[in-house]
């Protein structure tokens, strides 16, 4: 079980893997978007990481919730917006939680990509973060069902999730600042696929 000290342990984990990956994101953001993921996700990250103390006094939906409405208010582009989202529909479906499992942290992780689906108007397939987010949740779901371990599951879903990531490469981006490239697009692996193969990295690396 993860309790509200372990959930702000791994939002400084994450905190810290966007601001050593900052650099790489909006390289990658510079070909195919606006050229800021990297530095709008650091900087999101950071501000949650400012208030770390004042969390750790909340259950773990209101961790998340705050997190989310972090992120919306800080971050600029598409990403904050999509990952606050995520962040705030997962921290919904936790609520007053002191204590999560595996069972709590894939339901909050298919909340949140509902969240992004929505909120996007997007779906698998169109060159976005979905494209890492939905293989990862499946192959979570799919190792929970044969009665793997948390750690396999984890793992499974950072391999899928990496996969995923690699599979953007040669799709055409219809969403976003992407799609105005249109076929140049292609061979260029998206952004946000990327920060969320490297956040779910450090989820895993946790346990």
Known sequence: MTDQKKVIEILCAITKVMEENKEFLTDLDNV??????????????????????GLAQKDIGNILKSVGMTLVSKVGGSSGPLYGTAFMKAGMLIGDKAEIG???FLGGLDAGIEGIKARGKSTAG??????AM???????????????????????GVAAAQAGVEATKPMVATKGRASYLGERSVGHQDPGATSFALLLAEIAKAY
């Not at 195919?32 to 990297?38: A, E, K, R, V």
């Not at 530095?39 to 949650?48: D, K, L, P, S, T």
């Not at 939905?134 to 499974?156: H, R």
């Open 102 to 104: 595996i069972e709590d």
């Open 134 to 156: 939905i293989p990862a949740l499946d192959a979570m779901k799919e190792k929970q069902a044969a009665g793997a371990s948390v750690k396999e599951i984890l793992d499974a």
């Open 126 to 131: 169109e060159k976005t973060m979905l494209d």
């Open 32 to 53: 195919i978007g606006d050229g800021d993921h990297g530095i709008n996700m650091a900087r999101g990250f950071a501000e949650v990481e400012k208030q770390a103390e």
